[in-house]
């Protein structure tokens, strides 16, 4: 029995395929949520991890009605708990040269790092697939890979050792006390920790004086710079800058992208605020 973990919906989906096209790779599929790369990850004591997360992700996305609720944890102790019970039993984890991949790689040896041996990583950073034409390329995400060449990637399957679940422990349990906004991917298997206002000036140089949609100056930095956040995220900075005066706001800011504004503040013709270059 294998436990596939990925990391995102969007990854799932061509794991998903190949695992129905190769025999080899039947197993469960556990996607995690949460994009550790973001948001504090150093809980307080008596507070449960997930709470923190959840609370986390209830201020960058408010929900009345559906409160956010992270349960990553859980449902990751349960897959540990059937690998207790079945020596059989193995995890895929499934990793991308992307923030969120490498800090959910990080804290999972906290809960899977005792099962040696049964504990395998494929890393893709650096390695070519063919896209849908059959041309090379270098994806930053597992759900950039075709289900066919997936199911080549399973032999690139390798057991954490137990000298990386020492070293790579340490790194989780680094990031952990610095409790930065951000975590960065620096390379292999290095986060480096910033500050939560780290693609703020990304988000800025796309801004004018004139009210335009949320949603097209988030998409053109993350089409630009390759933000590795996601959109709800920088939409929650769009509003933490507009508390602070650096921006200015118009619309319905509690509900989509799409149905809020924002500018640069005053008329430009005595800008305060100058454009990144």
């Known amino acids: 029995m294998i436990y596939h973990i990925v990391i995102?919906?969007?990854?799932?989906?061509p794991l998903k395929d190949?695992?129905?096209?190769?025999?080899?790779?039947?197993?469960?599929v556990m996607v995690l949520n949460d994009v550790l790369s973001v948001g504090p990850i150093q809980k307080e004591e008596g507070q449960k991890f997930s709470d923190l997360r959840s609370a986390f992700w209830q201020?960058?996305?408010?929900?009345?009605?559906?409160?956010?609720?992270?349960?990553?944890?859980?449902?990751?102790?349960?897959?540990?708990?059937?690998?207790s019970k079945n020596?059989?039993?193995?995890?895929?984890?499934?990793?991308?040269?992307?923030?969120?991949?490498?800090?959910?790689?990080?804290w999972s040896l906290q809960y899977l790092g005792k099962y040696v041996g049964r504990y395998f990583v494929i890393n893709i950073a650096g390695l070519p697939f063919l896209d849908e034409n059959g041309k090379v390329?270098?994806?930053?995400?597992?759900?950039e890979i075709q289900p066919k060449e997936l199911i080549k990637a399973r032999k690139l399957a390798r057991a954490v050792t137990p000298a990386e679940i020492e070293t790579d422990g340490e790194e989780w349990r680094k990031l952990v006390k610095e409790n930065a906004g951000v975590r960065?991917?620096?390379?292999?298997?290095r986060l480096l920790s910033k500050n939560e206002d780290h693609y703020d000036n990304q988000l800025i140089s796309f801004c004018s004086h004139q009210y335009q949609k949320a949603s097209k100056v988030i998409n053109q930095t993350l089409a630009r710079y390759n933000v590795p956040t996601g959109d709800v995220y920088l939409g929650w900075r769009l509003r933490r800058m507009a508390d602070s005066g650096?921006?200015?706001?118009?619309?319905?800011?509690?509900?989509?992208?799409?149905?809020?504004?924002?500018?640069?503040?005053?008329?430009?013709t005595n800008a305060q605020y100058s454009l990144p270059i």
């Open 18 to 28: 190949a695992i129905v096209q190769e025999p080899a790779m039947e197993g469960e």
């Open 8 to 13: 995102g919906d969007v990854a799932a989906a």
């Open 59 to 83: 201020q960058v996305a408010p929900n009345e009605k559906n409160p956010i609720q992270v349960t990553d944890l859980e449902r990751l102790l349960e897959t540990a708990n059937e690998l």
């Open 87 to 106: 020596e059989e039993a193995k995890i895929w984890l499934w990793m991308a040269p992307w923030p969120a991949d490498v800090a959910a790689y990080h």
């Open 184 to 189: 960065t991917h620096e390379g292999g298997k």
């Open 246 to 268: 650096r921006l200015e706001l118009q619309g319905d800011t509690t509900k989509m992208l799409k149905d809020f504004e924002v500018k640069l503040p005053g008329d430009g």
């Open 137 to 143: 390329f270098y994806p930053k995400s597992i759900g």
